[in-house]
């Protein structure tokens, strides 16, 4: 008959030595440090609010990244940033990369995952307006952006649906730096202009500028905002970007269900001296605009759209279209979206 007392103490040595295992593997993984990523958003807006609520969430950080963040203040110099090396993951404009592969750089890129589901540009009237047609910019000077920009091409995109001509019909300010933008405005520049949030709500409420249209609503869906690495990071850290772009897809997830309330008070921590009813207006504008995107996988028909932009506003020959494969990696998002379900 075997003895009781020792099959007891056996197990209770075997099961103490299982936790002590245990504890020390969840220690082990605890400990692990995180993986550190130098990251660039084009501007800073609410516009951007996804990749805000998963900083705010904590979902890079479960990621196991630490991501630092700075403005490029332009999709141009963020991209210049992160063929530099001097940032990991960029969020910029689409096209960046498409101009990327068409030039002589040896380094090339590729969009893993998108952020925005089109423009996020308010356009704005100097004056109050008691109704508005587009017919009215005719013979005006209307502040843009950066020639090339995705807020040059979708401005463009939005004049001519409306039968205006952008070299004949309006004069386009397109010089001025994104940050003294909205000091040139007050200065008096433009009679009508693009703002992004909260520049829009912030000069709405001060009485220099009052919303009429939505530029993404009237151009509808086409990848606006998309993070970007170089070939080499990609292969060479296809951990972080699985990661980066998991923790993407579960912000998009959260952003969709999340009440407005949740989502001002994530806005309010990058813009602290904002008031919560601008940030609130902000956020209700994007959500009924359907501004963000719902997961992070970048579509083929998005990019063909999106280089139709490119050659109707002259910024790519016929002949330099790229390949959806050569500029969009989609197995990441594909990745996270199978694990967001």
């Not at 099961?15 to 130098?38: E, M």
């Not at 750089?105 to 307006?129: C, E, I, N, Q, V």
């Not at 520049?189 to 009237?218: C, D, M, N, W």
Request: charged letters at 25%; hydrophobic letters at 45%; zero cysteines.
């Amino acid at each position: 008959m075997p003895n009781r007392s020792i099959s007891v103490r056996w197990l209770a040595t075997l099961t103490g030595a299982a936790l002590i295992a245990l504890s020390g593997s969840a220690w082990s993984q605890a400990a692990k440090p995180l993986t550190k990523v130098r990251f660039e958003e084009a501007v800073h807006s609410i516009f951007y609010l996804p990749h805000y609520a998963a900083m705010s969430k904590g979902y890079f950080r479960e990621a196991g990244l630490e991501v630092s963040m700075k403005a490029s203040q332009g999709s141009d110099k963020g991209m210049a940033a992160l063929i530099s090396n001097s940032a990991d993951i960029v969020l910029v404009g689409p096209e960046t990369s498409v101009y990327v592969q068409n030039s002589e750089s040896p380094t090339k890129t590729k969009m893993f995952a998108g952020l925005t589901a089109t423009d996020g540009f308010l356009l704005m009237s100097r004056k109050k307006l008691p109704s508005f047609d587009w017919a009215m910019l005719k013979g005006k000077d209307v502040m843009g952006f950066r020639v090339g920009s995705a807020p040059h091409l979708f401005l463009l995109e939005a004049l001519k649906k409306h039968k205006l001509d952008p070299d004949k019909d309006v004069k386009l300010l397109n010089n001025i730096a994104p940050p003294a933008r909205a000091g040139a405005w007050i200065a008096g520049q433009g009679e009508f202009g693009i703002f992004l949030e909260p520049e829009a709500g912030s000069l709405e409420r001060e009485g220099k500028a009052y919303t009429v249209a939505s530029i993404g609503h009237e151009v509808g869906p086409i990848d606006y905002t998309v993070y970007i690495a170089t070939d080499p990071y990609i292969k060479k850290n296809p951990e972080v970007i699985q990661a980066w772009t998991d923790a993407i897809a579960r912000a998009q997830k959260y952003v969709q269900s999340a009440p407005t309330s949740e989502l001002v008070k994530i806005a309010a921590e990058q813009f602290p001296g904002l008031d919560v009813t601008l940030i609130g207006v902000a956020v209700e504008r994007y959500k009924t605009y359907q501004i963000w995107k719902t997961n992070p996988l970048i579509e083929a028909r998005a990019i063909e759209r999106l280089q139709d932009l490119l050659i109707a506003g002259n910024v790519l020959d016929k002949g330099k279209r790229v390949k959806y494969a050569d500029v969009v990696n989609t197995e990441f998002a594909t990745k996270a979206n199978a694990k967001a379900k």
